[in-house]
């Protein structure tokens, strides 16, 4: 079995900053894309940033330049640091790793910028 465990989710006003860190453990040979989505009330779920296993990353326009994405391979771990948050940016936050058996999800966090 493969575990999730994300942490780092709140509540910020605008402008504020957050860091979201996801940490896998189980039965994980070897990574490949880890990720971040996010899925706001009465909306779909939406990719937020990815990362492959080595290193490329790929942003939604919305994030470009605010959030950044990282993983420490070493601790089977993906973060996201969030820098100036807005409102539209609440959402319950998903981690996600892709390995050789499948995709696997967190249960997700919760982000709330108020204004």
């Known amino acids: 079995q493969v575990q999730l465990v994300e942490s780092g989710g709140g509540s910020v006003q605008a402008g504020g900053s957050l860091r979201l860190s996801c940490a896998a453990s189980?039965?994980?040979?070897?990574?490949?894309?880890m990720g971040w989505y996010r899925q706001a009330p009465g909306k779909q779920r939406e990719l937020v940033a990815r990362?492959?296993?080595?290193?490329?990353?790929n942003y939604a326009d919305s994030v470009k330049g605010r959030f950044t994405i990282s993983r420490d391979n070493a601790k089977n771990t993906v973060y996201l640091q969030m820098n100036s948050l807005k409102p539209e940016d609440t959402a319950v936050y998903y981690c996600?790793?892709?390995?050789?058996?499948?995709?696997?999800w967190g249960q997700g966090t919760q982000v709330t910028v108020s204004s």
């Open positions: 990362i492959s296993s080595g290193g490329s990353t």
């Open positions: 996600m790793i892709l390995v050789v058996a499948g995709t696997y």
């Open positions: 189980g039965k994980i040979s070897s990574i490949n894309a």
